[in-house]
């Protein structure tokens, strides 16, 4: 167990479980939730989910998994030096992505598309679903029953109409609140990490290229040095030692910054950090650099034209596979017709939200190819 701050939470401030469950022996609540975050089905499924290239396209690019496990690594690295706790954020960071669909953001759009009239959906709300209700492991609780700290971390987003469903966890969206310090934490590492290998694949693939970073603040001035300190250091490590400077700088000056918020705003108690403006942030001259290089990034690589066609084919195989499970839903695998007697489309979204790139490939070549069988 963490001895953290007065700011942290612990087990001690925490609001527990839904499900009361006797403590574990040997290990802290929150390194419970981690460890049952990481023993689910969705967490293993993760390894064939698209970040932004589909896991067909190479061996050597992020996945949902191991962008998970990076946005692990830094949230903890933070959580230490803020003496926040740091098995929370590795247990949110570890969840965060769970609700994703197949083939990444292109995936995310053209299932809420496909919903709208549905309920819609969201990927946030979705994550949090799996940890309540989708994950079927335990004999007395659907779900995996995690602290309320940990579900508070997930859910990242939510709109009012959908929080207004939630209860207690819906209530921080209804009343302005901000999320515990741990989440705050999770939520960045998420951004320091995708933004950071986003370039260094972007730059595997070769759709960007590293002269397209010759003035781009947060990344010149390492580029530059690094270059400068290695004249014939090979292209890749070059880029490495780049990102890892880029990493670093985001965390020194995340902990920094947010140390100073810290100081300022003295939080006594969780209840003052739900209060109290974000707390856990870059300081302004680094959250314009950041703001740029994500900008960049948009614009270059994840509307690249390789990029935008693999997603029209994901959007394409999305679509085809809500349309012709919501015309019969039969045609849904047994475990998911009891769902669909309830809630027909909640029932389709939740089984393709659940697959993942290859799975989702597969499943409409059985059911639009007439060589399958
Ligand atoms: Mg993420």
Known sequence: MNDGAAYAVSEFNSKGRSLAEATPPGRSEFQRDRDRIIHSGAFRRLEYKTQVFVNHEGDLFRTRLTHSIEVA????????????????????????D?????????????????????????????????????????????????????????????????????????????????PSLEAQVANLADEIAYNNHDVDDGLR???????QFDEMPLVADHLHEVRHSYPNLPERRVVHETVRRMINTLVTDLIRQSETNIKLQQPDTLEEVHRAPTLI??????????????????????????V?????????????LFAIFMSDQYLLPPQFQQQAAIDHARAVSDYIAGMTDRYAIREHQRLFSVSEE
């Open 73 to 96: 690594q830094i949230a903890r690295s933070i959580a230490r030096q803020l003496g926040l706790n740091e098995d929370l954020c590795e247990a949110i960071s570890l969840a965060h």
């Open 98 to 178: 769970l609700g994703h669909t197949p083939f990444g953001h292109a995936g995310q759009d053209a299932l809420n598309a496909c919903m709208k009239n549905h309920g819609g959906f969201e990927h946030n709300l979705q994550s949090l679903r799996v940890v309540d209700l989708l994950e079927e492991r335990y004999a007395e609780f659907d779900g995996l029953n995690l602290c309320f700290e940990t579900r508070e971390g997930i859910l990242k987003h939510c709109s009012n109409d959908n929080a207004a469903k939630l209860g207690e966890l819906g209530q921080r969206f209804l009343q302005n609140q901000r």
């Open 205 to 211: 693939s070769g759709l960007i290229t590293l002269e």
């Open 281 to 306: 942030a870059y300081s302004a001259e680094v959250s314009k650099q950041q703001k740029i290089l994500k900008k960049f990034l948009r614009t270059n690589l994840y509307q690249h034209y390789r």
């Open 308 to 320: 935008r066609r693999m997603s029209a084919k994901a959007q394409r195989i999305i679509n085809d």
